[in-house]
């Protein structure tokens, strides 16, 4: 599915109105990679609207679909970052993501809270997860970074 700037509009002036069930609707036969594409890339990174955070939350409950809660942690950890408490509401919601459906990209997503001032993930924490990533992939640098840095820090 397509969809143009009028639909982009539209989807945007709903979700800052909280008319999320008229939004809701414009999804309806969207793929994840349209859904991602529409929200990051065309509203929730230019916005800055704590609206649009409502709208994926409102969504993941609504639909059961984990690339609505992959959005409600990256909206708190990247754009509303600045917000007391985002990172802390973005973990939460990785953590939560992570049990639903434990995949690579998932875990380096929780992985990357590792290492903030906010110390929302303890060392021990990260490390488990690294070598759940490596697991995945033997080589993955992100992971065998994260291991190296904890391994400094003992």
Known sequence: MKYNKVMLEEIERDILN???EQAAKKFKNMNNEEIHDIIWFNIADRLESLTVYGFTQYMFKKTENTIWLS????????????????YAVGIFHARELVSLE???DNLILL??????PERLMKEEEAESIAKEILKLDKNNEIALNVLNEVSKSK
């Open 18 to 20: 909280a008319k999320y």
């Open 71 to 86: 959005l409600s942690v990256v909206i708190m950890s990247f754009t509303l970052c600045w917000m007391e408490g985002a």
């Open 102 to 104: 434990k995949n690579i």
């Open 111 to 116: 992985l990357s809270f590792y290492g903030l």
